[in-house]
C-alpha cells in the first residue's frame, strides 16, 4: 500500500522590499506586475504569496495600504491563494506604520518579525554599480547602521492591534534568539498554536544558511514549541533552493520568491517568481512529497478563510 506523502506548503515572497532593491528586470514593483506575477506564482503552486507593495512612481517600499489596493483584490479574484501581508515594510519606517497594511485588509496572514537586529545587504553597494532608482544605492549602503527595530514592545503592540483581525502570522527568526523571543511573546498569551514559524537563513545579521544551523533551528523549536508550531524555511540568495529542497525532506515548508533571490540557479537571474515556484515543486514532488494546495495550507494552519479579508 502506499504511504501517505507529505504535503509542502509552497509560500512565494514576490516583490522585494526590505534588503532587494531593483536589481533585476525580472523583479516586480509597479501594481500590474505585481499582479500578474503573484497570480503566475499561484497558478505555479504557491499556496501563500507574502506581498511587499512599493510607490510606483519612486519605486520606494511603501506601507500606504493605497499602494496595495490596486493589486490585493485582483490577486483574490484570479487565485485561491492566502494572501499574506508584509509588517516589515522597510528598515527604516516604526512598527504603527508597517502593520497599517495588513490591518487595513485584514489580512489572512501577515510577518512578525521575531527580534531587532542589523539586517545589513551593505556589501551589494560595492558589488553593483546600475541601480534603477535614486534612493537604492544609499538605502543599501546605509544599511550597515540601521536596525531592524522589532522589540518585545513592538511586538505586543503589533499582536495585539491585530488580534481582532484573526490573523495568522508567519513568525520571521532571523536567529536562535528569536525562537526564545517567540515562546516568551506565546507563553505570555499573544499567539495561539499552531503557530507558523519562518526559519529566516542567510540574511547578513542573522544566522549562516547551512544544514547543520538548519538542524539546530530545528531542533530548538521542537524543544521549545512540542507539537505546538509549523515550519517553513527562507535562505537568501543561492541558498535558496537548496536549503528549501533539504528543508522539504525534513519534514518542513519551503518559501521562495525574488523578494529573497533574485536567482534561479548560481550566477542565473530567474525570469519570474513563477519560475522559483516550479522548480521548487518538481524538487519536492520528485523527491516524494505533495504541494499543499491553498484549502490544505489553510487547514494545515488554522487560517480564518479566504472570505474573511478586507479587500
Ligand atoms: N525577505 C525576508 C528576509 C517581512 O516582510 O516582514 C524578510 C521579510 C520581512 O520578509
Ligand atoms: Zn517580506
Known sequence: MAGKRNKTIITCAVTGAIHTPTMSDALPYT????????????EAGASILHLHARNNETGAPSVDPADFAPFLPRIKQATDAVINISTGGSLTLSIQDRIRPAATFSAEMCSMNMGSMNFSFHPLAKRYDNWKFDWER???????GNIFRNTFKDIREAAETLAPHNIKFEHECYDVGHLYNLKFCMDTGLFKAPIFIQFVMGILGGIGADIDNLVFMKKT????????YRWSILAAGNAQIPMATTASQMGGNVRVGLEDSLFIARGELARSNAEQVAKIRRIVEELGCDVATPEEAREILDLKGGDRVAF
Do not use: P, R, T
Request: aromatic content about 12%; proline content about 0%.
Open 221 to 228: 523549536a521542537d524543544k521549545l514549541f512540542g507539537d505546538d
Open 31 to 42: 501594481y500590474d506586475a505585481i499582479a500578474e506575477q503573484a497570480i503566475e506564482a499561484a
Open 138 to 144: 544609499d538605502y543599501v549602503a546605509n544599511s550597515d
